[in-house]
Every structure is written in structure tokens, then in C-alpha cells.
Nanobody, 111 residues
Framework: EVQLVESGGALVQPGGSLRLSCGTSSAFTFANYSMAWVRQVPTKAPEWVSEINRDGAFYADSVKGRFTISRDNAMNTLHLQMNNLKPEDTAVYYC?????WGQGTQVTVSS
């Protein structure tokens, strides 16, 4: 069974930082796939945030320069380093790969 499990979400003040992680089960050949982060707030469609694949790392304009995606293929883990967080970054963050989604982790940016 393929499982993606996000962690690292929290309540943080504007300007703060968080590091999200996404662990994957052994049934998922992690290194073979592009991986992405998507976020969603209630009543809105999911918003693509970032992707990492063989061609490199890519970011939505809204997070470029503040977020960094990385992956550890040996540990089957995806990360998202988020710096200079803004209230508009508040959302549930999901990792995606090979058509699978995790359960999400809540990020709240508020003073």
C-alpha cells in the first residue's frame, strides 16, 4: 500500500519559518517520481506550490524566493522549507507523487 504522510505543520507568526516533511511507504519507489507540494484553503481549489523532478525545482510565483523544496531519495522523504511566512500561506499542505496524496498538514500563519 502506498502511503504519503506529511508532518511539520504548525502555528507560526508572520515572518517565521517551518519545515514540512513527507514520508513515503516502501511500496512507493520514491526516486522514480516527480514530487510536489500543493496547498488548499477551505472553499478554494488546491493551489500548486512547488515540484521537484529530474529537471530541477519549480515554484509558484507566490512562494518563489521564500520556499525551498528538496528530497532525500535514500530516506524516501520530501521536504519543503518555508521561510518568511505570510498569513496568506495559511493552508493545509499536501505532498503528491505518482497520483497519490497524503492526508495533509495544517500550516497557520498568524500573530
Amino acid at each position: 500500500e502506498v502511503q504519503l504522510v506529511e508532518s511539520g505543520g504548525a502555528l507560526v507568526q508572520p515572518g517565521g519559518s517551518l519545515r514540512l516533511s513527507c514520508g513515503t511507504s516502501s511500496a512507493f519507489t520514491f526516486a522514480n517520481y516527480s514530487m510536489a507540494w500543493v496547498r488548499q484553503v477551505p472553499t478554494k481549489a488546491p493551489e500548486w506550490v512547488s515540484e521537484i523532478n529530474r529537471d530541477g525545482a519549480f515554484y509558484a510565483d507566490s512562494v518563489k524566493g521564500r520556499f525551498t523544496i528538496s528530497r532525500d531519495n535514500a530516506m524516501n522523504t520530501l521536504h519543503l522549507q518555508m521561510n518568511n511566512l505570510k498569513p496568506e500561506d495559511t493552508a493545509v499542505y499536501y505532498c503528491l507523487g505518482a497520483g497519490y496524496w497524503g492526508q495533509g498538514t495544517q500550516v497557520t500563519v498568524s500573530s
